[in-house]
C-alpha cells in the first residue's frame, strides 16, 4: 500500500526557555495523531521511565505549539516536521514565535492515509490526481473513475500537523480549497469518511487502520 510520504516526522518540541528539569506533573498538548498513535498507549510506560506524571491534550499541532508559548503546557506534540508547522503558525500570526527557540525531537513516523466510503468503487489515486482534488481542479468522482458526485474532502482544522504536511507536499503550502468539512482533530476524519459517501478523507494511517477505514493507494 503507498501513501503520501514514507516517514512523517512525529515530534515533541520544547521552548528553549521552559525549565529544564520537568517537574513531576508534565502538561503535553498538541497533535491528536501522536496522541493516539504514540502518548496515550505509551503514557504509563513513559511515566514510569520519567518518574512523572503526565497530562495529555489532544488539541492539534499549532494549539500545542500555541500553549507551549503561552506557559500552559511544558511540552508540544507536533506531526509535521517542525519547519511546515512554524511556517503553518507564521502565516496565520507572524508574531507568535517571535524571540521563541523550538527545538524538535522525533519520537517516530507515521504516515499520511487517505480514505474513502467502503461504497466507492475507487481503490488508487495518484499525487497529482490529489493535488488537482485538494486545489478544487478535480470536484468529482467520475473523473477519478468513479460515481458521478461530488467530491468532499474530510480534514482536520487547519494548523494540524497531518493536514500542514499534506498542504506542504501537495499544494506548495497553500491551504486546501476544494470543498471541504473539518473536524477539531484528525483522528475523526477516517469515522466521518466512513459515514459520508463522497468523502476522501485525510489522517494519519494509524488512525485509519484503528478505525476500520479503506484507504487509497497512491503511486508514491
Excluded: Y
Excluded at 518540541?13 to 501522536?34: D, R, W
Excluded at 504516515?111 to 488537482?132: G, K, M
Excluded at 500542514?164 to 484528525?186: C, V, Y
Amino acid at each position: 500500500m503507498n501513501l503520501l510520504v514514507k516517514c512523517l516526522a512525529i515530534g515533541i518540541t520544547t521552548a528553549a526557555f521552559a525549565t529544564a528539569t520537568l517537574a513531576a506533573n508534565v502538561t503535553v498538548s498538541g497533535s491528536t495523531t501522536v496522541a493516539s498513535a504514540v502518548m496515550l498507549p505509551m503514557e504509563q510506560q513513559i511515566e514510569a521511565s520519567a518518574g512523572v506524571e503526565m497530562e495529555i491534550v489532544a488539541n492539534g499541532s499549532s494549539r500545542g505549539i500555541a500553549d507551549l508559548v503561552a506557559g500552559t503546557s511544558n511540552m508540544a506534540m507536533i506531526s509535521a516536521p517542525i519547519d511546515v508547522t512554524i511556517a503553518k503558525i507564521n502565516k496565520k500570526d507572524p508574531t507568535l514565535l517571535e524571540g521563541v527557540n523550538l527545538v524538535g525531537h522525533q519520537i517516530g513516523e507515521t504516515v499520511v492515509a487517505f480514505t474513502v466510503h467502503p461504497s466507492n468503487p475507487v481503490s488508487s489515486i495518484t499525487l497529482e490526481q490529489l493535488s488537482r482534488v485538494l486545489d478544487g481542479s478535480i470536484t468529482n468522482w467520475s473523473a477519478l473513475g468513479g460515481p458521478n458526485m461530488p467530491i468532499i474532502v474530510v480534514a482536520e482544522t487547519s494548523g494540524g500537523g497531518v493536514r500542514s504536511l499534506t498542504e506542504d507536499r501537495l499544494l506548495d503550502g497553500a491551504s486546501i480549497s476544494a470543498q471541504l468539512r473539518e473536524f477539531p482533530n484528525a483522528t475523526q476524519v477516517p469515522t466521518v469518511t466512513q459515514q459520508l459517501p463522497p468523502a476522501l478523507g485525510i489522517s494519519g494511517a494509524v488512525g485509519a487502520k484503528n478505525a476500520g477505514a479503506r484507504v487509497l493507494e497512491t503511486d508514491t
